[in-house]
């Protein structure tokens, strides 16, 4: 059991709008963002503003915390085996860049991977207070129940029982980041639920609903897999704080009727039939067997960066950077899995690490380590959260 230790709050205890800003576009603001774009007409340029004021704020909230608080900024051990595989990721990119001939590939994967990946880490890993993890969690609810109402609201005209297809959020959003948004609301209600009072468990159990409905939606079988492995992760670690909770019991049954009775729930028969019809003939195994054979030409050093696109984090680290690679990226998800562990059984900090058990298993079967940048921003948050636990519990 965590020991608690009188800690004095940074900053007084003092509510830092800024961290919290942050903490909330990093989980959900780019997705947040693309429906506004949506609606006033998507452009390349207010893509990149919207990415420029996220950076701006990253980069106010280091000057302030080293500068007016004099507060410094100090990596854990496991930020800094984090820091030592970008340093690696970095360096063998400057390399790729002077061989690439492609300026808008070059562009996009330094936009992404060193300003919005690399960079976004340190405003996380700045100590944070008691009540501004509070105010960002409750502020990342809101964000994640308005977002989950636009997906749903753009899907739901075309949804009928003689259609069965994946829905995408919106045209910025795929399949996959559309499903991961409703996870976004599974995981926050959840940790609403169970410190709510009895006559609010009802309330936070229709949200879950909402989020598991655009799971369903966006019929992905990625965020499904994220939310059963998110679900398990919950029961194993905090079994004592809902084991005689009658609603998440009920939760429980209605995920799996998802399937017993995805014939006639309508909504997830296209997800269902995906995860019953896979098969090693797909794309994503070739991908898989691609990005090792790259690898396996270059183990020492690595195939490259830039065009890595394994869909797995660690054949895409093997892929990138070689051996070393793949070593650094295993030893960086145990100390993530065993972080996850004290703080999911802490009551304010339970939300986080689940978030980062979605992005764990989402970085398995999806993306490139370039552009996975909730997963990097989670690991850096998760990390500092860990080492000033005391704060929290």
């Keep these: ?51 420029l004021f996220y950076l701006i704020i990253g980069i106010a909230i280091v000057v302030i915390h080293t500068y007016w ?78 977002t989950n109402i636009l997906a749903l609201n753009n899907t739901a005209s075309g949804i009928s029982e003689a259609i069965g297809t994946r829905y995408s959020g919106n045209e910025i959003l795929n399949s996959i980041t559309s499903g991961q948004v409703g996870l976004v609301l599974v995981i926050l209600s959840l940790s609403f639920f169970l410190d709510s009072t009895k006559k609010t468990k009802l309330f936070y159990l229709c949200f879950i609903l909402l989020g598991l409905v655009n799971i369903g939606i966006a019929a992905s079988r990625g965020p499904l897999l ?47 039939d995906r995860i019953i019809n896979t098969n090693i003939s797909e794309e994503r195994p070739a991908i898989f067997i691609d990005s090792w054979n790259l ?23 093997l892929e990138s950077i070689g051996f070393l690679g793949g070593v650094l990226i295993f030893i960086i998800y ?14 304010d900090t339970d939300w986080v690490a689940l978030l980062l058990v979605m992005q764990l298993v989402a970085a398995l079967t999806s993306g490139a380590i370039w552009n996975s940048f909730q997963l990097w921003a989670l690991l850096a948050l998760v990390t500092n959260l860990y080492r000033n636990r005391n704060l929290y519990a």
């Design 334 to 347: 145990i100390n993530a899995f065993k972080e996850s562990k004290k703080l999911v059984r802490i009551r």
């Design 226 to 272: 994220q939310l059963f492995c998110v679900l398990g992760f919950l029961i194993i670690y905090k079994f004592d704080k809902f084991k005689y909770s009658f609603y998440f019991i009920i939760t429980l049954i209605l995920v799996y009727l998802i399937f017993v009775l995805s014939e006639y729930l309508f909504i997830f028969n296209s997800v269902a």
């Design 295 to 317: 690898f396996a030409a270059n183990p020492i050093f690595g195939h490259g960066t830039i065009e890595e696109y394994a869909h797995n984090i660690f054949l895409g680290s």
């Design 1 to 51: 059991m965590l020991l608690k230790i009188h800690e004095e709050q940074p900053y007084n205890n003092r509510i830092s709008k800024l961290q919290g800003l942050f903490i909330i576009l990093s989980v959900l603001g780019f997705e947040f963002f693309s429906f506004i774009s949506d609606y006033i007409g998507y452009s390349e340029t207010l893509s990149i503003s919207y990415r």
């Design 69 to 146: 608080y004099k507060g410094k900024i100090g990596p854990s051990t496991s930020f800094k085996i984090i820091l030592f595989f970008w340093v690696l990721y970095l360096v063998r990119s400057i390399f790729d860049t002077l061989q690439n001939t492609d300026n808008t590939t070059i562009t996009q994967f330094w936009l992404f991977s060193f300003l919005i990946c690399f960079c976004s880490m340190f405003p996380l890993i700045t100590k944070i207070n008691h009540s501004t993890l509070k105010i960002a969690k409750k502020g990342l609810f809101f964000l994640a129940l308005l």
